[in-house]
């Protein structure tokens, strides 16, 4: 069974940092894309970083050079390395895979889903 779990969400000041995890099973890294989209009440899920199987990635506009996405092979683990948090970053995090192996943008392009976990930025 293909399955996608986060962890690592909860309340952090302004400024302040966070790590999230995504813990893979039922698939491997050398044939995924992996990815990090976010999703506030009301707004349209968006991307916030993105990895394939090379490690290539992407990044969000509002993550580019605050947030950093890697793969632990080993561990079956993806990471979101979150810094610089502001308020606005505060919505549900979701991890995503697909078997894709071309970098897809947008969440259509990502088939397995975790059930997100909460990140709340105080300011």
């Known amino acids: 069974q293909v399955q996608v779990v986060e962890s690592g969400g909860g309340l952090v000041q302004e400024g302040g940092s966070l790590r999230l995890s995504c813990t893979v099973s039922g698939l491997t890294f050398d044939d995924h894309s992996m990815g990090w989209f976010r999703q506030a009440p009301g707004k349209e899920r968006e991307a916030v970083a993105i990895i394939n199987s090379v490690h290539h990635s992407k990044y969000g506009g509002s993550a580019q050079g605050r947030f950093t996405i890697a793969l632990d092979n080993a561990k079956n683990t993806m990471y979101l390395q979150m810094a610089s948090l502001k308020p606005e970053d505060t919505p549900v995090y979701y991890c995503?895979?697909?078997?894709?192996?071309?970098?897809?943008?947008?969440?259509?392009?990502?088939?397995?889903w975790g059930r997100g976990t909460q990140v709340t930025v105080a300011s």
């Open positions: 995503a895979a697909d078997s894709d192996p071309i970098l897809a943008v947008g969440p259509e392009g990502y088939s397995i």
